[in-house]
């Protein structure tokens, strides 16, 4: 567990609602460090175990062959108490990008009927479809690649605002940014009694993959369940990543990546083990071989 305590810190402020932020500077990097949020949705536990999700979540994606930033967690005293924190390196510190999220291009397709953070599905595949920014079909494919990631570790907070571009101003040309912001996958307000009820059993196992979490994503203003989404084959070019992604998923060694995470007891990492094991089978797995049989 690396101690950020005492790395310089920068005046660079960061947005956003899930915890308190800084930007630090270690080893010539500039990182912005996420300290864990008040959880909101479990009065049992004082604080999330949200920062464990956003390094776990961009290590899988990483693995999973779609970037997404580097992570590294630690800890943090402040007032003679210690804080576990994860530091995300800043993709955009060297100044030459500039970070436009996936709602500030929707803002630019002056006929869409829908703001620019309006999550309905058909106008955000119509947005990818007449952007001008890139190439549809390799926006389309990534777009995809991470709807079906985040199926697999649960994310339920992947909206317009936190996904989106790096934009070369010099140059005016656009690459699609790493992934990021995935402190609300794999069930960061989950706390020990639950834990220990849930291992012990299938149904509430099976509902953490069939019932919730949802996608932030809607269709007919109705959140997306991923379980259904995928496994009823609603969109051609989400089985197309379906095969992608489903070669890609070595459980092995994020089993490996899961154990060597200090700050959480042998409860907790075999309920995540045994979740994303869960969610592979029941909804990529199963997606896949009904696309071999079919």
Known sequence: MIDFTNCKQLKKAYGGANGNKLSIVRN???YMLKFPAYAKRNPNITYTNSC??????????????????????GKYYFNGKEKNVVACEDFTSDNSYTFLDFASIKNKIIDSNSNGYGTELKDVLQVIESQNVMESKILLNFFWDMFVIDAFVGNWDRHNGNWGFLYDGKKDT?????????????????DESIIATVLKSKAEMN??????????????????????????HMSKDCDAAIKRIAK???????????????IIDNNHKAFLKQILKLRKTMIIDKALNDLKSN
């Open 207 to 232: 509902k953490r993959v069939t019932d919730f979490p949802t996608s932030a994503l809607l269709i007919d203003n109705k959140r997306i369940n991923y379980y259904s989404f995928i496994t009823e």
């Open 174 to 190: 656009m690459t699609i940014a790493p992934v990021f912001d995935l402190g609300s996958s794999l069930f960061p307000q989950i």
């Open 28 to 30: 010539g990097k500039v």
């Open 52 to 73: 464990v999700s956003e390094y776990l979540g961009s290590h899988i994606f990483n693995m999973l062959g779609v970037k997404a930033q580097n992570t590294i967690l």
């Open 248 to 262: 890609r998923i070595n459980m092995d060694e994020i089993n490996k990546l899961i154990d060597s995470i200090e």
